[in-house]
């Protein structure tokens, strides 16, 4: 029996070996290369089947490959599929274009990849064994029973059809004559949008020997179906084209499901750019305007509305709309109207339910006065969320259609979340209180230290995601906060009441990275005596803080994309998947844009991470907060150290306030420390404080040495002993271990 030959170009050796399994279930050998060279050298030897390959790849990538596959006599005709991770249509449809067969998205199951890969050698083998020596009956029998369309054309613009496979009735519902005796035909099929993504070029047909293109076309029952058409041009010696063979493809359902993932993304694009919108706005009600205008058009509204209770939660007192043009003013109507006038809708509200109305017929019957209301105004459907601030009803967001009924999707009922609760605490922090404005100007945040304006913008964009699950990247110099703020992220946000697991990236090796994020099962590697749960896993419900991101392998950044994306973990050593619920809070002191540049971290993942930073100031840019810095840690150490230090002297405060801090807020601290241990008085004085602050009596040095002279103080006092210098330091053992490696501490 001749066992037919795949060979697989993959990096990953866990994908290989699950591309290996799959296909040897269904009686393929498998030739595995892990790079495009060796690939392409395999290919050459054996000619196999069927090529399946990476697109993203180190050395040459997928697109190179196929590129010199096609290029070479020997392997030119070895049908290709792409293994991609992107659901983007632009490198698709690039892969398409310069000759690949089909592509497979990652993740898959076993049932699609074999149903894609059988197809594709399926197709091939029936072109390649029977096209040139088969009568056209004979062919046209052979191709029929094929689920794509063949047809070949005496020309390169589609007007001479020479023939067309019979399956056209079930991906169509037309007869191939009809194509074939109307050259008009084709063309008036297709969708008006889509014209021109077909018009053929000749040169592009004579430099790629083939096109493959994405296109709408008329179905005989009058629903547009999108078609995958893929050609190859013949020529005669002069480089004519004298006949176009290709197939067309229903992938309908494989668009359905690009524009959903499409939609998603930019769901959360657009709720992330109205968060931020609200940041320090000078101008509240024009960007609430425009937010709902952005809401409405995404969900296709005629009408979008935020109506504000009155501080005894009994009338509407404040309104906002948006109309798609200008079908009255709905103010008029809602603006300090009481809301015992709709009886039902105010109950479903005041009862923090959501509701939601495809058709007025569907409004029960105790709606009845909201139903003639509506109906009257010329609604045909709406979707309506109250507004809670502080587990209270503040007032409530919606969205109506005025010229057809809509069936609000699961995608639209998000959205309409996500956006009232950023309106709600909008609102409720301009409109309602002062109270929370005060909470701002206080020294502290959530343990955070401050009240400078650098500060306050902190404490507000923290206050403003407290509604939302976006992922947050928290960005720094070293000793800034940034812990503190992802501390206050969930403490503040809807997880607070699950776990919120940290994770310091910088400290796990490479090797272990994979296994203390994802966990492993026994067996898989040595050492591995017991199945482990990953961070991931012990965060389920809630939060996971990871810490120095910028310090994950490239390998590492590629597998944390695929849990953003997939919402999936895979432990070492399992075949299994398992679906996760966190929210993802990254933080790092390196400038990952420049990491990016220089390909030290992916620019998809940068851009996942990214969709909200909180900058944090350097404490050189916020000295007016070194008093109350000062005063906190004076007051801890007091209660730590048993101690009545009131406060420092004028000459510290004036050193203090001209030094440039490269520590910032941990050098501080370290120096109140240092303070504490050397003094003898209740004040700290000059003669206290790390020698480092002192150059020539006044001038002021810029290094870390009272941290330096701190550690190597502690050390001794602990008989040099790590772990518990860590804790007196009030640092992680991996950070201690770095900081004594970069100041070169030995023992004496």
């Known amino acids: 029996m001749n066992i037919k030959k795949i060979l697989v170009i993959e990096d990953s050796k866990s994908l290989q070996k699950q591309i290996n399994s799959f296909l040897s279930i ?8 892990s790079n495009g060279q060796d690939g392409l050298n395999l290919a050459e030897k054996y000619s196999p089947s069927l090529i399946i390959c990476d697109i993203m790849m180190p050395g040459i990538d997928g697109y190179e490959v196929l590129k010199k596959l096609k290029h070479n006599r020997v392997t030119s005709a070895i049908p290709f599929i792409f293994l991609t991770a992107k659901s983007c249509k632009e490198d698709v449809r690039y892969g398409m274009n310069i000759g690949a067969d089909d592509y497979i998205t990652k993740p898959f199951s076993l ?12 197709k091939h083998e029936h072109i390649k064994k029977h096209y040139d020596s088969m009568s056209k009956e004979m062919l046209h029998h052979l191709l029929s029973s094929s689920t794509a369309v063949i047809y070949t054309c005496s ?21 191939p004559s009809e194509f074939i005796t109307n050259q008009c035909f084709w063309h008036e099929k297709i969708h008006r949008d889509d014209i021109g993504n077909v018009l053929f070029r000749p040169s592009s047909a004579k430099e790629n020997g083939s096109i493959s293109t994405e296109y709408r076309m008329l179905h005989a029952d009058g629903t547009y179906r999108w078609i995958y058409d893929k050609k190859k041009f013949f020529t005669d010696s002069s480089g004519n084209i004298t006949e176009t063979v290709g197939s067309w493809m229903d992938i309908t ?45 995404f969900l296709n509204g005629d009408r979008a509305l935020i109506a504000v209770y009155s501080d005894d939660c009994k009338r509407i007192s404040r309104f906002y709309e948006w109309c798609s043009k200008d079908n009255g003013d709905s103010a008029e109507i809602f603006k300090e109207i009481s809301r015992k006038v709709f009886p039902w809708l105010n109950e479903k509200l005041m009862s923090y ?9 569907s409004i029960p019957p105790e709606g009845e006065k909201e139903k003639k209301f509506l109906s009257a105004s010329g609604v045909k459907s709406f979707l309506i969320n109250p507004l809670i601030y502080n587990n209270t009803p503040v007032g409530f967001l919606g969205f109506l259609t005025e010229e057809h009924e809509k069936t609000w999707k699961e995608i639209d009922i998000r959205l309409i979340r996500i956006t009232g609760n950023i309106f709600a605490n909008l609102l409720f922090k301009n409109n309602f209180s002062s109270r929370e404005t005060k909470k701002t100007e206080t020294s502290s ?55 919120l697991i940290k994770v310091n990236c910088s400290g796990l090796s490479e090797n272990l990275q994979e296994s203390e994020l994802f966990g492993h099962i026994k067996g898989s590697f040595t050492g591995a005596v017991r199945d482990k749960m990953g961070l991931f896993q012990k965060a389920e419900g809630g939060t996971i803080f990871l810490d120095e991101i910028g310090d994950i392998s490239i390998e590492m950044q590629k597998k944390l994309l695929r849990v953003i994306q997939e919402k999936e973990i895979k432990p070492v050593g399992s075949e299994n998947t398992f679906t996760v619920d966190v929210r993802i809070i990254v933080a790092t002191n390196k400038d990952l844009r420049e990491k990016v540049i220089n390909g030290s971290f992916r620019e998809d993942l940068f851009y996942r991470l990214n969709i909200i930073e909180i900058n944090l100031p350097p404490l050189r840019e916020r000295k007016d907060d070194i008093p109350l810095l000062t005063e906190h840690f004076i007051r801890k150490l007091n ?6 230090i009131k406060s420092i002297s004028k000459e510290v405060e004036n050193i203090f306030n001209n030094y440039s801090w490269p520590g910032n807020v941990r050098e501080l601290e370290n120096a109140i420390e240092h303070a504490f241990i050397v003094n003898h008085d209740n004040i700290i004085t000059t003669g206290d404080i790390p020698p480092c602050f002192l150059k020539n009596g006044h001038e002021y040095d810029n290094g870390n040495e009272a941290e330096n002279e701190l550690i190597v103080r502690t050390m001794k006092e602990n008989k040099w002993n790590v772990a518990k210098a860590a804790r007196v330091l ?6 201690l271990y770095k900081k004594i490696k970069i100041y070169n501490i030995t023992e004496a």
Do not use: C
């Open 253 to 297: 359902e494989r668009k359905k499901s690009e524009e959903f993932i499409n939609k998603w993304i930019v769901m959360e694009e657009l709720a992330a750019n109205i968060a931020t919108r609200f940041i320090n706005s000078p101008d509240i009600e024009k960007d609430i305007k425009h937010s709902l205008m952005a809401t409405a058009k």
């Open 730 to 735: 009030n640092m992680s053992r991996p950070t």
């Open 111 to 122: 049932k699609d990849f074999t149903e894609t890969v059988k197809k594709v050698i399926e």
């Open 155 to 175: 020309s390169s613009d589609y007007k001479n059809f020479t023939y067309i496979s019979d399956n056209i009735v079930s991906l169509l519902g037309y007869t």
């Open 353 to 361: 339910n959501l509701i939601n109305i495809s058709s007025l017929s």
């Open 26 to 33: 269904e009686g393929f050998q498998v030739l595995e290369a």
């Open 639 to 644: 209660r730590s150290m048993k101690k009545n």
């Open 445 to 499: 945040f959530y343990n955070i230290i401050g009240r400078s304006i650098p500060m306050r913008k902190i404490y507000t964009l923290i206050k403003d995601l407290s509604d939302t699950e976006t992922t947050v990247l928290i960005t720094g110099e070293t000793g800034t906060g940034k812990e503190l703020v992802a501390e206050a992220l969930h403490t503040r946000g809807l997880r607070r009441h699950k776990p």
